[in-house]
């Protein structure tokens, strides 16, 4: 039973290039969570999206970034025009319900993105 | 997001010794308390969590104790092992709500 898989695991980008960050939830989980993470820091919520839905995008910049659930395939996390602040660690996790629960939430070892 | 702020930052143990960290929160709806493992490279897994209509709850090595009144929980580890050595959140949420609220963290090194 593959847990949530994130890829790539490492991605360099340029200042300016656009970041692509995959996550492919748990099997049996429809709802999927972004976190970022700078170094020595807590993560922070980003993005809550359910299969062709954003429910709660309060933690996303307002410009550059985006992110969908399709009802087919992984989820995306697009940074537009990436600058050097955007360098962290980026982690998605997924549950089987909406809210917590005993399960609590799935996370993936996340993407490391270095903007050069 | 609520503030949310654990102490200490880093932390020091012998083998078979007594880890505690600390956490505090501001939001009094807060219904559901976890505490997160995380590995160098790894995400976050959840260790242990409590609900508020309990004031303490042990699984092993690891117990949480609960103060509503303080707004505190603190997460305790028995007996404490090298390969415990990792980084620890407390991430204080809504058990009905998305998203959790992720404490600064504790770097606990526990030496052999």
């Known amino acids: 039973n593959a847990g949530v898989m994130q890829n790539p695991r490492h991605l360099v980008r340029r200042r300016g290039q656009e970041a692509r960050l995959r996550c492919s939830p748990m099997?049996?989980?429809?709802?999927v969570y972004w976190y970022r993470q700078l170094p020595e820091e807590g993560l922070k919520f980003m993005v809550y999206l359910q299969k062709e839905n954003i429910i709660d995008e309060s933690g996303m910049p307002k410009e550059r970034f985006s992110a969908e659930f399709p009802k087919e395939g992984p989820s995306i996390l697009r940074i537009q025009q990436v600058v050097r602040g955007d360098s962290a660690a980026y982690f998605c996790?997924?549950?089987?319900?909406?809210?917590?629960?005993?399960?609590?939430?799935?996370f993936g070892s996340g993407t490391r993105l270095t903007v050069v | 997001q609520q503030q949310v702020k654990q102490s200490p930052q880093s932390l020091i143990v012998q083998k078979g010794g007594i880890s505690i960290i600390n956490c505090a929160y501001e939001?009094?709806?807060?219904?559901?308390f976890p505490w997160y493992q995380q590995f160098p490279g790894k995400g976050p897994a959840l260790l242990i969590a409590i609900r508020p209509d309990v004031s303490e709850k042990k699984e092993g090595r690891f117990t949480i104790s609960f103060n509503k009144s303080a707004k505190q929980f603190s997460l305790h580890i028995m007996d404490s092992q090298p390969g415990d050595s990792a980084t620890y959140f407390c991430?204080?949420?809504?058990?009905?709500?998305?998203?959790?609220?992720f404490g600064g963290g504790t770097r606990l090194m526990v030496k052999p």
């Open positions: 996790a997924s549950s089987p319900i909406e809210g917590a629960s005993d399960y609590g939430y799935t």
């Open positions: 099997k049996g989980h429809s709802h």
């Open positions: 939001n009094t709806a807060f219904d559901y």
């Open positions: 991430a204080p949420t809504l058990w009905a709500g998305n998203m959790l609220t």
